[in-house]
């Protein structure tokens, strides 16, 4: 009686913030009356008639950027004077994206919200959150955020909540299970939440530099979206560990214990995939189902991509999380034929075992294929971006297929920051397919992800380390000019004009 009387209250209390605005707001829904690619045409009018509370909030839009610029794995091979394959067939990378000496974090986020807001048509003051998430540190004090927000300068708006969240690769994912909590709750006004993964990746010279990359994602949550969150079944795993952590605040270089963060990585989605699959069957025996969850329920399955070949063995880690949970598992024909010599292992002791390891990602081989393989576009020919590199994965996705063969699919989506936090949690893609449906719309909007990509200019090795040279020596310098051109930034992007003597940035945008 409690809980439905609060429940009440809050839908009260949302109907008379939205009755009292004075601005007209955006709406959180999209209407079938929409015809162009737009959040702009709805009424606030009719959420504040609506009798129920926000449903399918997901998210509604996304936006992706990256570097203009890359070199070639192969070729980071040759320089670096390794083995043939260390970096393209080990790692599994094809080309790493990588900023120039006018881009930095804030100019990431400034262009890909920006590029989110204009492409979608929004209005700066249907916005009513933002939040970013990043380990991407320049200022110990002042966040991102708080730079984003000259963006709504012009709009007048500055009632927008949210501010930057940092775990290691994890701050994206908590900024969006913040957002879409913040429109589930009795703090929803009605308007859009904005979340910004970003991050620049770049290590030391040496083994772990080939696994850097930048980029960042702009999402725009709210209900009514084609990518609803699943409620109830998110998984989460906390620990305290050093993996990989960033003690030296005047350095961008990152502290690393390779093969402790990799045992992390499989031990947090282990624990996550377990949580997960108890949260769901609950729910199913709920209304009658009564069947274990397994890898197969997942039509799509994304990860966190530090490098794809991770990706590809912890696919096998989850099929090996089944096989072990099964309790009659077929292994004289199907999935996990031949498999029998595995049955009594211990996850716990698995981690190194390179027995189990192949014999599973052998197993795991179509499956990878089917459901995972495709996600890794943008991992592959970018690199690692950190925050924003499951949702960069999940735009890869989404650029790959149609509305019809995504409409009612199930995506599971494996997020990891080292130190560490993870959560395994599921998007539900909407079953409306039509042309000019809220999917549609979104699928369109990252259509030209792949022009985007052979868009960008190959640069050398010799010249990939000259620019890493000159950003370890003047990424934290005061009354300093950005080096080099500006003309290979694509259109629109903002970059770093200058830095004065008290450290204050200045940015500029190109003209698109």
Not at 64 to 87: M, N, T
Request: overall charge neutral; aromatic content about 10%; proline content about 4%.
């Amino acid at each position: 009686m409690f809980r439905l009387f609060s429940q009440t209250r809050r839908c009260l209390q949302v109907k008379r913030a939205l009755k009292r605005q004075e601005w007209p707001l955006r709406p959180a829904h999209l209407t079938a009356a929409a015809q162009q690619a737009s959040f702009s045409t709805a009424s606030v009018e009719h959420l504040s008639r609506s009798d129920s509370w926000p449903k399918d909030v997901g998210i509604l839009a996304l936006e992706v950027y990256f570097p203009s610029q890359y070199v070639e794995q192969v070729e980071l091979e040759k320089y670096d004077g390794v083995e043939a394959g260390k970096y393209t067939l080990g790692l599994g990378q094809k080309q790493m994206g990588f900023c120039s000496a006018h881009e930095d974090i804030n100019s990431l986020c400034l262009t890909v919200v920006q590029r989110l807001v204009e492409r979608s048509r929004l209005s700066w003051d249907s916005i009513g959150r933002l939040e970013v998430g990043t380990e991407t540190i320049i200022d110990k004090s002042k966040a991102v955020k708080t730079v984003l927000m000259q963006l709504f300068q012009d709009s007048g708006n500055t009632d927008v909540e949210g501010i930057d969240t940092t775990n290691a690769c994890y701050g994206g994912t908590a900024s969006l299970f913040n957002s879409a909590d913040w429109v589930e709750s009795s703090s929803w006004d009605g308007r859009y939440a904005v979340v910004v993964c970003g991050d620049i990746a770049v290590y030391a010279t040496g083994n772990a530099r080939p696994t850097g990359g930048a980029g960042a994602v702009a999402m725009l949550v709210g209900p009514e979206a084609p990518l609803v969150l699943e409620r109830g079944v998110r998984g989460t795993h906390m620990e305290h560990v050093y993996d990989f952590y960033k003690p030296d605040l005047a350095s961008e270089y990152p502290m690393v214990d390779g093969k402790l963060s990799i045992q992390c990585y499989f031990r947090a989605l282990d624990q996550c995939y377990s949580i997960y699959r108890k949260k769901i069957q609950s729910q199913w025996q709920k209304v009658g189902v009564d069947k274990p969850f397994t890898l197969e329920d997942f039509q799509f399955m994304i990860f966190h991509t530090p490098f794809c070949k991770l990706v590809q063995k912890s696919v096998g880690r989850m099929m090996l999380n089944d096989f072990l949970a099964a309790p009659n598992p077929d292994t004289q024909s199907g999935l996990y034929k031949g498999l029998q010599a595995f049955r009594g292992v211990k996850l716990e002791d698995t981690y190194s075992d390179k027995d189990v390891e192949k014999a599973f990602q052998k197993a795991s081989l179509e499956m990878f294929s089917q459901k995972t393989k495709p996600s890794l576009l943008l991992s592959s020919r970018n690199g690692n971006m950190y925050t924003p590199s499951m949702y960069g994965c999940l735009a890869s996705l989404l650029a790959q297929y149609s509305a019809q063969q995504l409409a009612g699919s199930r995506i599971g989506a494996f997020s990891y920051g080292s130190g560490l936090a993870a959560s395994l949690f599921s998007m539900r893609v909407s079953q409306d397919a039509a042309p000019g449906s809220p999917l549609d719309k979104l699928l369109s909007s990252l259509s030209d992800l792949q022009t985007r990509l052979d868009a960008r200019k190959q640069v050398p090795p010799e010249e990939f380390a000259e620019i890493m040279k000159q950003r370890e020596e003047s990424h934290h310098l005061a009354s300093h000019t950005p080096q080099g051109s500006k003309d290979d930034l694509f259109p629109g992007t903002w970059y770093l004009e200058r830095v004065d003597d008290k450290h204050r940035r200045q940015y500029a945008r190109r003209p698109l």
